[in-house]
């Protein structure tokens, strides 16, 4: 058996600012990893193509890795950087193999395509229309009919924050090896409803997307190959944005439909769930001040986060901290090249006032960046790289670029020179912050600094800031989603 496995990752935020170039596509590596430099690379992490890589020694199966790319979440895909990643997969498609394994992520959006993953799919039909296509996507996938009509099994998270990439990778893994070998016979069924959940109401802490999501592994216990309700990634102005349903069943074209319709059925029943409630940030603020708990407050700035798209320099929730006096805070983090150089240049020690942040204009939702001027003494500098140790991401090398501490008293403020999400401890432990003996942590997060942050939260608190991440859709302009939708509109 010949199997070609391959990763392209990019949530697209069309909003953003945040250029995509084919760089950003390789963390913690010189370049993007190929052909022998992917198994080292990912072989042991939490991811799906490492399930892939497992599965595919386990049948002895010879492995062709073109490439395994990944990024933040930040604009629109460069369109050299796709054509690069796509050529290398699909150059691997025309050598020939007996099927195909993609870790994609089903929101990315390039400078000319609306659906970069549907794009690469239905190329890979038209060079092998026979070839099994394995696909395992992320919870936020915007589901468009090229990705579903040319896939032979697809998977996509159950958990958020994100902490069953691998297990999503046997998922559809299993499944695909079991079509190629001509053990089962996939039938796919799936479909949409015109909602674009808020993220912040999307975690499978809460309801209604925990009780979905028990349905689809009930669903998969009760014979479906796989079963994915997908939330959407509402911050992609684009025509399929929103939530969607797949279920793959071993040759049951009605029970693969009668099990879709029920995961729709249900979020469409509860989508006013699915909706965020604001609270300003003076008064969230306020009661952080007030407020007692057994283990630090987590302060989060999700408006501006890594993971969903946003610039990290967005610096009003910061302010707020510091005007209302909060102290023995670490903050986490804010994107700034170039005051980490000028803190690397001045020194460990060295007393400094930088202009820090609001470096990046977001016409997007028509916002100019605001620096702030802080004062304090550089605490740390390193080189920012680290790996997870999980759940989410558990092995992974991360990368923040040259980074800097910077103390000024009452608030020790992480600057790094790329985008980070704060879902793993390592993140401030690897700079010498121990975030249990905090009494504030400020995350530049949404959902996914739960997966390393909530278990020593004593409280956590929503701080409705500035950013291309906002909660308030009354701040984006939508000209290209689909019309009418929840709760854009009231239907």
Known sequence: MRLIIAMMKHETNTYSPVPTPLDVFARGTPRVPEGDEVSPAFKGTNS??????????????????????????????????????????????????????LDLHGAMVTQSLEDGEGALLKRIREIAPDMPVGVALDMHTNLYPEIADNVTVLAGYQTYPHIDSYDTGMRAGKASIAAIKGEVRP?????????LPHVMRQGTDDFPNNELQAMTKRMEAE?????TLFVGFPHADISQAGLSAVVVTDGDQAQAETWRDELLDFAWEHREKFVYEIEPLEESLARAKSMTADGPIVLLDHYDNAASGGTMDC?????????????????????DEAAAAELHAAGEGAEVTISLGGKRDMPGIGLKGK?????????????????????AGTGMLMDMGPTAVL?????????????????????????GIEPTEKRYLMLKSRIHYRAGFRKIAGATIECAGEGVCTSDYDAIEFKNV??????????
């Open 48 to 101: 799906a193509i490492a399930a892939f890589l497992d599965l595919a020694e386990a049948e002895g199966a010879e492995i062709v890795t073109p490439i395994a790319a990944g990024a933040w979440p930040s604009g629109p895909v460069h369109d050299d950087a796709y054509e690069y990643m796509t050529g290398k997969i699909l150059d691997a498609v025309k050598a020939g193999a007996d099927g195909i394994l």
């Open 187 to 195: 039938a796919l069924a799936w479909g949409q409803k015109p909602m």
């Open 223 to 227: 014979g479906a190959l796989t079963a």
């Open 315 to 335: 610096m009003a929730v910061l302010k707020g901290i510091i005007d209302a006096g909060l102290a023995d805070v670490a903050a986490f983090a804010v994107r």
């Open 371 to 391: 620096p702030l001027e802080v004062t304090g003494r550089v605490a740390k500098l390193s080189d920012g790289l680290y790996r997870n140790a999980g759940p």
């Open 407 to 431: 103390d000024t008293g009452k608030i020790q403020i992480i600057i790094t020179t790329k985008n980070q999400e704060p879902n793993d401890l390592n993140c401030m432990r690897s700079l």
């Open 482 to 491: 689909r019309r009418p939708i929840y709760p854009l509109d009231d239907i």
